[in-house]
């Protein structure tokens, strides 16, 4: 693939893939061994890590009027918070003081698996437990 010119990227998820292939054979008992463990350390594409941005506030403007008004309230808060999608999905009202200003990440969202549907897990680190301060707005009173 590397002589195609192929990017250590594209590799590298081509040799995952078939990694994940070669372990189902081997624990199914179609083939004795996994050629991919004899792959020398060089031999592995060593991807660079990819630049991250964060986007500007006229672009979360035209992300926000762009989506669903159903899914703004999870893109605002995935955006403000920093909150992973699992994280995000897994929240509860119980999880959101918003008299505080907090929202407590207590748990995550699993993926659903052979025919198990998706639940709410432990997160995988104890530091994935934590609180989020967020804005509050003003109350106002008449």
């Known amino acids: 693939m590397a002589g195609e010119g192929r990017a250590p990227r594209t590799i590298a998820g081509a040799l995952a ?3 994940s292939i070669l372990r189902y054979a081997l624990r199914r008992g179609y083939i004795t061994d996994n050629p991919l463990r004899r792959l020398e350390t060089g031999e592995r594409p060593r991807p660079a890590p990819r630049a991250r941005r964060a ?3 006229d672009e979360i403007a035209r ?3 762009a989506c ?5 309230l999870l893109i605002v808060t995935a955006l403000y918070t920093g909150m992973r999608i699992s994280e995000l999905l897994a929240l509860t009202w ?12 207590r748990a995550q969202l699993s993926r659903a698996r052979h025919g198990v ?5 432990q997160p ?3 530091a994935a437990i934590r609180d989020i301060r967020t804005l509050t707005r003003p109350t106002t009173s008449s």
């Open 55 to 57: 986007l500007g506030q």
């Open 68 to 72: 669903a008004p159903r899914y703004r």
């Open 94 to 105: 119980a999880d959101v003081d918003f008299g505080a200003g907090v929202i407590h990440v």
């Open 17 to 19: 893939t078939l990694g």
């Open 124 to 126: 995988k680190t104890a």
């Open 117 to 121: 549907p998706a639940r709410r897990v």
């Open 63 to 65: 992300l926000l009027a």
